[in-house]
T-cell receptor, first 114, second 111 residues
Framework: NAGVTQTPKFQVLKTGQSMTLQCAQD?????MSWYRQDPGMGLRLIHY???????DQGEVPNGYNVSRSTTEDFPLRLLSAAPSQTSVYFC?????????????FGSGTRLTVV | GQNIDQPTEMTATEGAIVQINCTYQ??????LFWYQQHAGEAPTFLSY????GLEEKGRFSSFLSRSKGYSYLLLKELQMKDSASYLC????????????FGAGTRLFVKA
């Protein structure tokens, strides 16, 4: 099993550009989520999904879109990048009813918007 | 709203015991996670408490009191490799299926 795979690992964008961060898991996890991590602020939930076709907003959803067309994939789209979106982005997944196993995190995408 | 508090930094000595506290205010509480995160890496799962009491996993133990909105992570026989950030996170089911993280506690283990 590869676990949770995030691509790319690093990205530099210009203000106003759009891009998609990819996240894929091969553990048949129902639940997937996106977090951003900024210094001193911990992990903040952007969007999450409890299954294919179902998504919902987290704490900081503005400027981001998601979709969940398959169980395996949960891409995060930045519509028009802003410097405030410079951050480290983590994708995480889990079984919905077996949280005692915790979330599995991807290795992260380090995004810089200039 | 949801609020999670934990100390920003702690320092302890190799071989000692350290307790990292976490207090939370949330509605629809389901359970509380602890994660470890080394600098530049992804968080890794340590524990998940649903019921009150202490759960032990080797050198790491986690305690929960739901009535007090309080948890702690206890690390015994500290090793240099335990220098990391420790993240407290609450899972709740009010308005969705969400896990919210605290800002984390940076632990420095000195020789």
């Amino acid at each position: 099993n590869a676990g949770v795979t995030q691509t790319p690992k690093f990205q530099v964008l210009k203000t106003g550009q759009s891009m998609t961060l990819q996240c894929a898991q091969d553990m048949n996890h129902e639940y997937m989520s996106w977090y951003r991590q900024d210094p001193g602020m911990g992990l903040r939930l952007i969007h999450y999904s409890v299954g294919a076709g179902i998504t919902d907003q987290g704490e900081v959803p503005n400027g981001y879109n998601v979709s969940r067309s398959t169980t395996e994939d949960f891409p995060l789209r930045l519509l028009s990048a802003a410097p405030s979106q410079t951050s480290v982005y983590f994708c995480a997944s889990s079984y919905s009813h077996r949280l005692n196993y915790g979330y599995t995190f991807g290795s992260g995408t380090r995004l810089t918007v200039v | 709203g949801q609020n999670i508090d934990q100390p920003t930094e702690m320092t302890a000595t190799e071989g000692a015991i350290v307790q990292i506290n976490c207090t939370y205010q949330t509605s629809g509480f389901n359970g509380l996670f602890w994660y470890q995160q080394h600098a530049g890496e992804a968080p890794t799962f340590l524990s998940y408490n649903v019921l009150d009491g202490l759960e032990e996993k080797g050198r790491f133990s986690s305690f929960l009191s739901r009535s007090k909105g309080y948890s702690y992570l206890l690390l015994k026989e500290l090793q240099m490799k335990d220098s990391a950030s420790y993240l407290c996170a609450v899972h709740f089911n009010t308005g969705g299926f969400k896990t919210i993280f605290g800002a984390g506690t940076r632990l420095f283990v000195k020789a």
